[in-house]
């Protein structure tokens, strides 16, 4: 097939792009060029959507296209440069459309959505909330273009190459071993994918035409399950969130954070989403013990993006022993 990734130069795209290819595709990547490459043996196009006519390097038909886009004004002018030269079209969204995070379990046709970004919103950098209206724009424009389409509300997506840094921050974490400061309960549930599978499910989804709208992230699992994923020798201190709090412990990622730890019950729902329907259609999700051995493999130098420094953690866990 004919296969047109936009974007295609980090993490996500990247992977697509590498396994389209490793299947036999012919595999174009249209972008910038400005946040990485594209995977050796893609045909790589310089295409700046923040303009229109940006795609005008893009020329002839596909098979099927895959956008990763987040700014509903790329989208417009992807819709308008694009529309009768694609086949199957496939749309990463995200989980973070949703309105309700407070609620667990919620699926696709159950959980309300945010209101769309209004027309002067067109910077999903600027914030959370903002992030997830411009994605309900985007969704809204590509299905009025391409009714068909497969949306892949993605999830936490994890693994090799991953610019964030927070799944990495556990996995040197348990690394490293020794006492390891662990947040909140070990019934609390946490949810994530693995970008290859991710990838992977896209890419059946294009080969296969599948459509609808899809949450695009692992089952939920408790954080006994995921910390003990991790395998090492590293023994774990769960610390309460009241804890956490009290002492200047940030939520999610950055410094001074517990990256993937998130406060209860505020955000009960935010990783905790019913993926049953993406397993039925063919999501695959491998072990988190392979995901945490392919992503330490692939660290060039010491891990620390974000997350506590070892001087921090210290500090917190000599101050939770002796309260
Ligand atoms: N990471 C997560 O945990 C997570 C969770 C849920 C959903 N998602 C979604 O999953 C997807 C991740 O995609 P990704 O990993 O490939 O990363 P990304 O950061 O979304 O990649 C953006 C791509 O678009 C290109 N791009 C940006 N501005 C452009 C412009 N003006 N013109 C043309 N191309 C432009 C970038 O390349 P250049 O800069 O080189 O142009 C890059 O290849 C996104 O849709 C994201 O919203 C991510």
Redesign the pocket.
């Known amino acids: 097939m004919r296969i047109l990734v ?9 992977a697509i792009a590498r396994q389209a290819l490793a299947a036999g595709h012919d595999v174009t ?8 490459d594209p995977v050796d043996g893609a045909r790589f196009v310089t ?4 303009r229109p006519g ?1 795609l005008s390097n893009v020329e002839g038909t596909f098979d099927a296209v895959v956008d ?4 509903p004004s ?1 989208v417009r002018h992807m819709v308008a440069e694009l529309a009768g030269r694609v086949g199957h079209v496939t749309y ?5 459309v949703y309105a309700d995070i407070a609620t667990p379990d919620l699926s696709e046709a159950t959980a309300p959505l945010l209101p769309p970004a209004p027309p002067e919103l067109d910077d999903p950098a600027a914030g959370v909330e903002e ?1 997830g209206r411009c ?1 309900v724009t985007c969704e809204q424009l590509i299905l009025e273009a391409f009714p068909d389409v497969f949306v892949n ?6 693994g090799p190459e ?3 840094g927070r799944f990495d921050y556990w996995v040197a974490r348990h690394a490293r071993g020794g006492e390891i400061l662990t947040p909140g309960d070990p019934d609390d549930r946490v949810q994530y994918v693995d ?1 290859r599978d991710l990838a992977d499910w896209t890419l059946r989804a294009v080969q296969e035409g599948l459509t609808g709208i899809f949450n695009g992230i692992g089952a939920p699992m408790t954080r006994r399950e995921f910390h003990a994923g991790f395998g090492g020798d590293g023994t774990l201190t769960w610390v309460p969130q009241d804890f956490l709090t009290e002492h200047d412990v940030r939520p999610w990622s950055g410094p001074r954070s517990l990256p993937l730890w998130l406060p209860l019950p505020e955000f009960a729902g935010f990783l905790t989403r019913d993926t049953s329907a993406a397993l039925a259609a063919g999501l695959r999700t491998r072990p988190l013990r392979e995901t945490a051995a392919d992503t330490l493999a692939s660290f060039s130098d010491i891990h620390h993006i974000t997350g506590l420094t070892e001087e921090e953690e210290v500090g917190l866990l000599r101050e939770w022993h002796a309260r």
């Not at 990763?68 to 700014?71: C, E, Y």
């Not at 990463?92 to 973070?96: I, L, N, P, Q």
């Open positions: 936009l974007g295609g130069t980090v993490f996500l795209g990247r990547c249209a972008a910038r060029g400005t946040s990485g295409a700046d959507r923040s940006g990763v886009a987040r700014t790329h990463v969204s995200s989980c973070s992030y994605k509300r993605a999830g936490l997506i994890v991953d610019p964030t970008v």
